[in-house]
């Protein structure tokens, strides 16, 4: 089996290091605008060679697109007037604006969305490691637009990485995607703006902060290359829970403010039956 992975950063790396390494790829090309990621992918031995596009769509069997989202939906009618018998796969974080532009797509039935629900904070070749797929949920969306073979070859991909497979409706992907992903790097990216401008005043911040701190904060580390694309692609659902979110932080404002500490407590009382679905 010949996989072709256009864009080699955190996803697209560590598929091909477990692809690989479980035997399901023989060959792994590696695609990337950026030479810096493929001379790194090369170096660190996530690919075996390097190609032109057009020449490792010819000989793959499945291409799997790994790049933002502004690029992906750009790339993916292209890539799909190219095909023969081939199969690609994005792994995306949205998906209604993808398919949308592709619906009419001769070839549209080559195609497999899914989104692999696995990352880090982190990103680049440097950022890919083993096992990151292990045992999470990836998502499918839209498979009745697919042919079936093409849906059953990438069912046994993730069945190989190992990962569970979950079957939505693009619109319901983004939205649940909006709620479980997209809000908490917003969350994470806003505490770390609110916490870096009272530093420049209070230079002791950081020698305080605990684990804590450094768990919710994480994301914030993720990249603006590829989250600003996600949050444009996502606006509606995005807004949406934003919009939730806020109200719910200025519940606790204003219950602060009015010294209402039963009502704070009724809050977190509430908050707290997030651990019987998350342990």
Request: hydrophobic share 40%; aromatic share 6%; charged share 25%.
């Amino acid at each position: 089996m010949t996989i072709t992975i256009v864009g080699i950063g955190l996803i697209g790396g560590s598929m091909a290091i477990s692809l690989k390494e479980n035997g399901f790829a023989d060959t792994i090309i590696g695609v990337d605008i950026n030479s810096d990621n493929v001379d790194k992918a090369i170096r660190r031995r996530l690919i075996d060679e390097t190609s032109t596009l057009d020449e490792a769509v010819k000989r793959s069997d499945i291409i799997i697109l790994s790049t933002p989202m502004d690029a992906l939906v750009e790339l993916l009618p292209k890539l799909l007037d190219k095909l023969d018998k081939q199969v690609v796969i994005d792994v995306g974080s949205t998906k209604e604006k993808l398919l949308q532009g592709v619906k009419n797509h001769p070839k549209r039935g080559r195609f497999v969305a899914t989104h692999p629900m696995a990352g880090t904070e982190f990103s680049g070749p440097e950022a890919a490691i083993p096992n990151l797929f292990d045992h999470k949920c990836t998502v499918f969306c839209d498979v009745e637009d697919s042919d079936e073979d093409a849906v059953a070859l990438i069912q046994k991909m993730y069945a190989s990485l190992p990962m569970s497979i979950v079957y939505l409706d693009a619109k319901s992907h983004d939205l649940h995607t909006a709620y479980v992903s997209h809000i908490s790097h917003l969350s994470s990216f806003a505490l770390a703006l609110t916490v870096l401008d009272k530093e420049k005043d209070e230079n002791r911040i950081f020698e305080l902060a605990s684990g804590g701190f450094s768990s919710t904060v994480r994301l914030a580390k993720s990249s603006p290359d590829m989250w600003t694309p996600i949050f444009r692609q996502n606006k509606e659902h995005v807004l949406d829970v934003l919009s939730q979110h806020i109200q719910v932080l200025n519940q606790f404002k204003s219950s602060i403010e009015n010294d209402d500490f039963k009502a704070v407590y009724q809050l977190i009382e509430e908050a707290n039956v997030i651990k019987r679905i998350i342990s």
